[in-house]
């Protein structure tokens, strides 16, 4: 834990994006008084991109289920568009797979947002520092499934939707047996035998 004192150094902006409002209470009661200054709170990606562009926090910290779409993909968007900011992706619970789906995503850290304020100051402090900061008591992902491939992860996210094999190829603009076979190879990776099977093995596995 560092000691550092709060006025040692000019605050670092943070950018909190949290669909549940009690739990963004929670992050502004463990930060008041700290090094950090919330510059702004999104309830989801469309409104986090909006104030990434228009505040560049120093530092975001993102709800990895977001009502909205997921703390991941919101990772990669951001990366593509060029944020360099150090991330933390916060989880309610410990999930198989989650630090390395966050490090895939572009993040530096985890925390869990059920955990202390102590916890969360000391892996924002390490991030913000340069440091990866994942919390070790997550599972690692078992290392006898191969990870999805992003298309096979769009997919996924789809069928999770809803969305019937015709519409997920519409939405993605492939054919129809491409799905089938991206379904397909999904299913043999993450040995599932139906689709709300390999949906709920890739959310535990922390690959949607």
Do not use: C
């Not at 202390?116 to 997550?138: C, I, K, V």
């Not at 969305?163 to 999904?186: D, F, H, M, W, Y």
């Amino acid at each position: 834990m560092s000691d550092e004192p709060a006025t040692s150094r000019p605050q670092t902006t943070v950018l909190v994006v949290e669909d549940d409002a009690m739990v963004r209470g929670w992050i502004r009661f463990a930060l008041e008084g700290s090094e950090f200054a919330i510059v702004g709170e999104a309830a989801g990606t469309a409104e986090a991109r909006e104030l990434v562009a228009r505040r560049a926090p120093e530092l975001l910290l993102i709800d990895y289920r977001l009502s909205d779409g997921s703390g991941t993909e919101l990772v990669r968007a951001l990366r593509l568009l060029g944020v360099a900011a150090p991330i933390v992706l916060m989880t309610a619970h410990y999930e198989p797979g989650f630090n390395e789906a966050a490090r895939e995503s572009g993040a530096q850290g985890s925390v869990l947002k059920t955990g202390s304020s102590d916890e969360l100051l000391e892996t924002l402090r390490r991030t913000r520092d340069g440091e990866a900061a994942f919390d070790a008591r997550h599972p690692r992902r078992d290392p006898g499934r191969a990870a999805l491939s992003p298309r096979e992860r769009s997919v996924l996210r789809l069928l999770a939707a809803g969305k019937t094999n015709r519409q997920v190829a519409e939405e993605l603009g492939i054919a129809p047996e491409t799905v089938k076979t991206l379904v397909s190879r999904s299913f043999a990776k993450l040995g599932a035998g139906r689709r709300a099977e390999a949906v709920a093995t890739a959310q535990r596995m922390g690959l949607l």
